[in-house]
């Protein structure tokens, strides 16, 4: 009884974490479009949060002595990098696309298994990568010689593969006898990414009069601050820990389902607020991507004792569920990081665990 309450309170969180990582895009686009620079929104983004979870972060301090390279990975890639590329990417194509595109990150990590891991995949996998480029192509619509943005894609292609980076780093130390706990990493990520991004981004260059202004949502006046609030405490720090505390009760393989309705929620949200209306090869693309995004998923091995075939079975039992931390959204992308965490577990590297989002 107390097992089943715990998986049906798992699908909920998992739920809550998927809606909101998905609507973090369609609140950044309205303050893009006002006049903030991409890069300052994700800078406000990182640094609002980072602030949030300051708490977890001095909390969790041995961290610093005894994961320092998995922290400076996690901030630089998982944060820093997919939220960058993914905010630039929606100011010039629209966020479902981005996120769908952000979504050929599970190929990508097969394409590290195969070609840098050199482990081969089974048929499941390669089909799951066919399946996903596919309907990206239908998203992109190639036959009319991309009528998006080429930019745009590209740096969406550059959120996914900062993705993937997450997903390597996500399971390292799964197995460890001293996990680093998944919290104190997310804290901590957050943390350093928003000191790169400061770098990066300058925000003393930035036009605070546009936060105690409006946006617009497709016809629509918005407060600013609350389009911002909405980023920093819903779609940043909620995602996160509703995400955490979800994939400590579900299976990896359940997670990962979940995680793929972000794109979907994404896409309806701008279909909603923002009046991004996709056309029907789009839509049906798009499925595409989602099904293929899935089988990739879904084929990742267990973390092998004698090197079985990558993609041969489901994902990793309890340690990788522990180890695994919250999604993208991108930045890009919720819990689905534990479905493919165990591919960066047969790599035996030396990092340990956490995860975030585009």
């Known amino acids: 009884m107390h097992a089943s309450q715990g998986r049906s309170a798992g699908l909920g969180l998992a739920l809550a974490s998927a809606f909101a990582f998905g609507g973090s895009g369609v609140a950044a686009k ?96 390669a089909l799951g990568v066919v399946l996903a480029a596919g309907g990206l192509a239908c998203v992109v619509q190639v036959w009319s010689g991309l009528t998006f943005d080429l930019g745009g894609l590209l740096l969406a292609l550059a959120a996914a593969c900062c993705q993937v980076g997450y997903f390597v780093l996500s399971d390292q130390g799964a197995d460890e006898a001293e996990q680093a706990d998944p919290l104190g990493v997310i804290a901590y990520g957050l943390l ?88 029907a090869p789009q839509i049906i693309g798009g499925a595409v991507v989602l099904v293929g995004a899935f089988i990739a998923q879904s084929s990742t091995p267990k973390a092998p004792a004698a090197g079985p075939v990558a993609g041969s079975g489901p994902g990793s039992g309890p340690g990788s569920e522990a180890a695994a931390g919250v999604g993208s959204d991108a930045v890009g992308a919720g819990s689905e990081v534990d479905a493919l965490g165990s591919v960066s577990g047969a790599a035996g590297a030396e990092l340990s665990a956490g995860r975030t989002a585009p």
């Open 30 to 125: 309205p303050l893009i479009e006002a006049g903030l620079d991409p890069l300052h929104v994700v800078w406000l983004r990182v640094a609002g949060a980072a602030l949030v979870m300051l708490p977890v972060a001095w909390r969790h301090r041995d961290l610093l002595r005894r994961k320092p390279a998995l922290l400076v990975g996690f901030g630089l890639l998982a944060v820093a990098g997919v939220q960058a590329f993914y905010f630039a990417a929606i100011s010039r194509i629209p966020v479902g696309v981005a996120l769908l595109i952000e979504y050929l990150a599970p190929a990508l990590v097969l394409g590290w298994v195969r070609f840098v891991q050199r482990r081969p995949v089974t048929r499941a996998a």
């Open 192 to 279: 350093i990414g928003a000191l790169v991004l400061t770098a990066v981004a300058r925000p003393w260059s930035m036009d605070w009069g546009v936060l105690g202004g409006r946006a617009d949502m497709d016809g629509t006046s918005v407060p600013a601050w609350l389009l911002l609030g909405w980023i920093v405490l819903i779609a940043t720090v909620l995602a996160y820990v509703t995400g955490v505390i979800s994939v400590r009760r579900l299976s990896p393989q359940v997670a990962g389902v979940v995680a793929c309705l972000e794109a979907v929620i994404a896409t309806v949200l701008a279909w909603i607020l923002l009046g991004e209306h996709l056309g």
